[in-house]
């Protein structure tokens, strides 16, 4: 008879996050708060300098979230109704509801199956098809933390003439030949929700990007087209970062690169404990790319089985995500102005998350290889 393992184990990411931080945290926002600048204050300022000197981009701007942050990025970029933006189905919606909120288009394009980010050959085809009318700009997901393809899906997006954009809500502390994910196209959104690998205490977003023009546009946009107070000089929004998950995610992003460092430990002891079990592929790490491990997901044909198997090991397994974007019901008009997409409903049928954060002990992560052992051994040879 198996043993479960006991479910303190596997705790969860943002409590043990605010507990390692608890001190420095609850610091900072005292001072903010004795401050009396709650919106737009120093805090932003100073996370926006620090956060853009992390990417490696000349400017960061804090939004309310990474949905709107592609809102703002696109309306920013003058992309809106009558406009398609390309975009992997395999994603979080945001990715998709963010076009969707700008008044443009998604257009869903194949993944490769290993990396489960957009595949370039299948970007070439639509952009060449009829699909690819009024296409202005690919969103390129670097999902899970994995890095896109990214000098395959510039070389394509430049021969059409479209733009490149990146989603890099899971990818923070990602890299692609030694660049950041953020600093690679012409701007990129990030999510700070709590669960990220750098993830505030409530919600959060940013822009990141090198062009000045444009980060002044974003910011005139987030605040109701303000460039001055009480005059729009365009129909804005109100997105702003508030001045409490600034200080919070100062205090945090002091040690993103170290739990970075930790994410991948953990990675590599799942694909040491899972090497050479059949019917089981572990992420992979690109040549030339440090993968963020935001999300680790393997693949195995027998999902469903090995799902069930492990939570009845106690293993708090999860489904990044359960459909694509298109196979949901609320974008399924959408579906119909996308190409086939084979690749994408392979995978999400067989992908399953298993537990992965800075702070999983080694006893957790052999506890789960175990488990999938033990799965591997019941399967019929
Ligand atoms: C890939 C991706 N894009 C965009 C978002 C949107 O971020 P938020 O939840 O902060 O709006 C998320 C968050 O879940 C995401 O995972």
Redesign the pocket.
Known sequence: MSTSPAPSLFTHFPIEDYRHHEAEIDAALRTMLHGGHYILGPEVDAFEREFAAFIGARHAIGVA????A?ELILRALDIGPGDRVVVPSH??V??AS?ISRAGAEPVFVDVDPLTCTMCPEALEALLASDFGQEVKAVLA?H?YGQPVAWSALKSVADKHGVLLLE?C??AHGATFEGNKAGALGLAA?F???PTKNLGAIG?G?AITTSDDALAERIRVIRQYGWKERYISHCEGVNSRLDEMQAAILRVKLRTLPAQIRQRRAVAAAYARGLAGLPGVDAPVDQPGCTHAYHLYVIRCAARDALMKHLQEQGVPVALHYPAAIHQQPGYAHITARSPALPQTEMVVSRILTLPLHPYLSPEAVTAVCQAIHSFAQSQPR
């Open positions: 979230n990474g949905t709107d592609i994603t979080a945001a990715s963010g997901v999902i989603d809500a899971q959104a999510s700070f929700y919600d977003g």
